[in-house]
């Protein structure tokens, strides 16, 4: 990772986090855009910190072999988090 300092034409300045993985930055980058989008106030590495918390579990029926999938929403955040990204219970 490195972080590079950027000037814009407008003259605002804008620090540039790039990760060596290229796919990383993808995500991060496409996070990002999605939470200016949503007229976010959470940062990308703030949503990624949360995200990390958040569990799903999934549980087979023993009758007719079904899988159930349940999101765990524990906290303030990951609802949060679940209503902005529309997923969760």
């Known amino acids: 990772m490195f972080v590079r300092k950027l ?6 300045i804008y620090i540039q986090v790039v990760f060596k993985d290229k ?3 993808k995500v991060y980058k496409e ?3 999605q939470l200016k989008e949503k007229k976010s106030n959470l ?3 703030k949503v990624i ?3 990390q918390s958040i569990y799903q579990i999934e549980i087979t029926v023993p009758q007719n072999s079904k899988k159930i999938r349940k999101t765990l ?3 303030q955040e990951h609802q949060l ?3 902005t990204f529309d997923f969760g219970c």
């Open 31 to 33: 996070l990002e855009r």
């Open 43 to 45: 940062s990308p590495e």
């Open 73 to 75: 929403i524990l906290t």
């Open 7 to 12: 000037k814009h034409s407008n003259g605002k």
């Open 81 to 83: 988090i679940a209503k």
């Open 49 to 51: 910190e949360i995200l």
């Open 23 to 25: 796919r990383k930055y």
